[in-house]
């Protein structure tokens, strides 16, 4: 996934006194401006709220109490889509002997970094209205093409693992009581299952492809970020790749990079040849979402690369909106249910 930041700072990282900084790691000396994971998954958590999502309530605690500060959610990934979605800890305390569940998520998204090395530009500000002594202030911005991976495990949304007695399944688990109890005030009929060889609690299809949906949709209307006053743009992705795909390998890692000067392009080649390596691994066709006017020349080259598999449709290509939209509504509708199910392992001999 590709966000075009235009003259933007949507995700700033501690200032210095009145200097807000934009978020940036520095790589072979040169600074790559970025988006954190998390501020890019409140962007889509919000989307899908705005879009009808009840969100999980949030709890902060620990500074009254002058203990460690920390922040929950309620924890109810039956009950709730985003705890399901983007996961969770809720540690227990101790002394309460109250159990800790965790979640880890099944939405896993990579760090938003430019493609290539961006140098922000400092604008000095002065607040001088109504007031004797003006106050000086800046803060920075940059114009970069930031990129990340990103996976949706369909198969584990609505899916919780139990412990076991050898305390196997923690990483996903809820207590037995929790998901039992929880499943039947909800009512929505979860039922036991062995997902992954471990106990579990399964939501029925129909609300597990809804958050799968749901999220799709919130990515074809991404927004947020801080700094829009000053600095308003566009948040929706301006390129997009995706491969139904077994497993959790990403195929793409090397698919998107750039060229000296120009920004992000696409790596028809590089894609070609890591198609034909993981045959058999992925499902077509390949969704590219690419808005018109972003990086023609590279949209160009790519389509020459790839003619022969676009004229086949085992890749397409169109809007970003209309792809996202499109797969939404495939999942939804349950035309692609098999997707919500771990694909058969070939048998041994």
């Known amino acids: 996934m590709v966000l075009a930041v235009q003259a933007g700072a949507p995700n700033n990282g501690k200032g210095e006194e009145t200097t807000g900084r934009i978020k940036h790691a520095r790589i072979r000396g040169q600074r790559y401006p970025y988006v954190s994971a998390q501020a ?109 991976p990103f996976l949706l495990d369909l198969p584990r949304i609505g899916t919780f693992t139990l412990p076991g007695d050898d305390g196997s399944g923690r990483p996903n688990y809820l207590s037995q009581e929790q998901a039992l109890q929880v499943a039947e005030a909800a009512a929505l009929g979860a039922t036991p299952t062995r997902f992954r060889d471990q106990t579990a609690v399964r939501l029925p299809l129909a609300e597990r492809t809804r958050r799968a949906a749901m999220l799709l949709e919130a990515l074809a209307h991404l927004s947020g970020g801080a700094k829009q006053a000053l600095h308003y743009g566009d948040r ?59 990086r023609d020349a590279a949209r160009e080259a790519f389509e020459k690369q790839c003619a022969k598999e676009i004229d086949e449709q085992h890749i397409i290509i169109d809007h970003p909106r209309t792809i996202l939209l499109s797969l939404a509504a495939d999942v939804r509708e349950g035309r692609l249910n098999e997707w919500f199910e771990d694909p058969a392992q070939p048998t041994t001999p």
Do not use: C
């Open 40 to 148: 890019a998954r409140r962007w889509i958590r919000e989307g899908m709220v705005e879009r009808g999502m009840v969100p999980s309530p949030v709890t902060r605690v620990g500074k009254a109490q002058s203990k460690a500060q920390k922040a929950t959610t309620g924890a109810d990934p039956v009950r709730y889509a985003d705890d399901d979605l983007f996961g969770y800890m809720s540690a227990g305390a101790k002394k309460d002997n109250a159990a800790t569940t965790l979640r880890d998520s099944p939405f896993l998204l990579g760090t938003l970094m430019s493609v290539e090395p961006v140098y922000p530009t400092e604008d000095f500000g002065v607040m001088s209205r109504g007031i004797s002594e003006p106050v000086l202030h800046s803060h920075e911005f940059y114009t970069a093409d930031l990129a990340a």
């Open 236 to 294: 929706t992705p301006s390129l997009l790749v995706m491969v139904p795909f077994k497993g959790g390998v990403n195929p793409l890692a090397n698919v998107v990079d750039n060229e000296e000067g120009a920004g992000v392009r696409l790596r028809g080649d590089v894609l070609l040849q890591e198609l034909q390596a993981w045959q058999g691994e992925w499902e077509g066709p390949v969704r590219i979402g690419w808005r018109p006017g972003f």
